[in-house]
């Protein structure tokens, strides 16, 4: 039963450095989400996923890529790190997405990154 | 732009007390309310979830409600535990839409 797992736990890179972030569901839910979380921000949405191959935009899209050529996995990139993108990232899923009693979002772990 | 509010950021009680966590929604058109328990370090686990056609959800001691109308929910906790010690995070799923957008959290220490 692992549920939805990232990788790695923590991160140390440094600026202009690529970064990618790992999250595998096995659930085969549908959504996908990536969000950071800042003191004083609390957690924003990065991207989300309704299903493979489908991607959108969330509230902070900036410097960061995703993919997701598989239900079960949904990789985040960071093309060039920068040092305001030192966060911890959540990745999250859920079975639905549009008001149904399904919708509940289940978390990992997180990936703390600092970029030096 | 919908903003979740989360009033008091912190509150402290004494082992036992029943208390109440408020959250507020400035736009009303959501699908569900969801709240969720964070540790420190860790990452986030739902506790309930409310749809938008439901007033209130229970789980255990455990009491979520939700008035659309007003832009409110409140999270209540009977009899609290040392164990309940977290922050409580409210989040609101726009309608039209399948982003969650949360408060930034109660922290709440409950004293043995």
């Known amino acids: 039963d692992a549920g939805i797992t990232q990788s790695p736990r923590y991160k140390i890179t440094e600026t202009g450095r690529q970064v990618t972030l790992m999250c595998h569901q096995t659930?085969?839910?549908?959504?996908m989400f990536w969000y950071r979380q800042d003191l004083g921000h609390g957690l924003r949405l990065i991207y989300y996923s309704a299903a493979a191959d489908i991607t959108d935009k969330g509230e902070v899209p900036d410097g960061y890529v995703v993919s997701r050529s598989k239900t079960e996995n949904f990789p985040l990139t960071l093309e060039s790190a920068t040092r305001s993108q030192t966060s911890v990232y959540f990745c999250a899923s859920s079975e639905s997405g549009r008001g149904a009693s399904t919708d509940t979002q289940y978390f990992g772990p997180g990936t703390r990154l600092t970029v030096l | 732009k919908q903003e979740v509010t989360q009033i008091p950021a912190a509150l402290s009680v004494p082992e036992g007390e029943n208390l109440v966590l408020n959250c507020s929604f400035t736009d009303s058109a959501i699908y569900n309310l969801q709240w969720f328990r964070q540790d420190p370090g860790k990452g986030l686990t739902s506790l309930l979830l409310?749809?938008?056609?439901?007033r209130e959800q229970t789980s255990g001691r455990l009491n979520a409600s939700l008035d659309k109308s007003s832009g409110r929910s409140t999270l209540y906790i009977a009899a609290s535990q040392p164990g309940d010690s977290a922050t409580y995070l409210c989040?609101?799923?726009?309608?039209?839409?399948?982003?969650?957008?949360f408060g930034k959290g109660t922290k709440l220490t409950v004293n043995p």
């Open positions: 659930w085969s839910h549908s959504y």
């Open positions: 409310i749809q938008s056609s439901q």
């Open positions: 989040a609101v799923t726009q309608g039209g839409s399948e982003k969650l957008v």
